[in-house]
């Protein structure tokens, strides 16, 4: 039989060598990106993007804003890239619906680019839509601050 103090020594150790482990394999899980989203307090197409990200390994703060034309202004989201949302990660700018697969490579490759955009609103970019609609081609762009454009991803 072992004494108390015994007892204590080896269960505590033991609990260590597991919590020192998992330790181990949380710090080994790469970091969520955090993205700030700012979207008019009625849009539920926007939350539903944000659903899309957050089921894609993002943490989203959310923020509802009356006055979104003013913010894309102050941001510098060029007037034919606007959509109904904007969205800021790792010094990019997200505008409108783009694919969660898009901001990761985006963050990844770290294009010479001041964003990504899906101007409109397409009905096959995530949020938007109901499941087995019709599908809408639609392509993400890589935009500067001037409005000029190049296609980075394209959907149909």
């Known amino acids: 039989m072992i004494d108390r103090r015994t007892w204590i020594t080896r269960t505590g150790g033991a609990a260590l060598l597991v919590l020192a482990g998992r330790h181990e394999t949380l710090s080994a ?6 993205i700030e989203v700012y979207k008019d307090p009625s849009c539920g197409c926007c939350e539903k993007w944000v659903d ?14 009356t006055a979104m034309e003013a913010r894309k ?12 949302h904007t969205a800021l990660i ?3 700018i997200v505008e409108g619906h783009v694919p969660a697969a ?25 949020g938007m839509g109901e499941p087995g609609a019709r599908v809408q081609p639609y392509s993400v762009l890589a935009f500067e601050r001037n409005g000029s454009s190049r296609i980075y991803a394209q959907y149909r």
Request: aromatic residues 4%; charged residues 20%.
């Open 29 to 34: 899980l790469p970091p969520k990106p955090v």
């Open 52 to 65: 899309h990200l957050r089921a894609s390994r993002f943490t989203a703060y959310v923020h509802n804003d």
């Open 73 to 84: 202004d102050r941001v510098g989201v060029p007037a034919s890239m606007r959509s109904c």
């Open 90 to 92: 790792g010094g990019y």
């Open 102 to 126: 898009d901001i990761q490579r985006m963050l990844r490759e770290k294009p010479k680019a001041m964003g990504l955009a899906i101007p409109g609103m397409p009905m096959s970019a995530p």
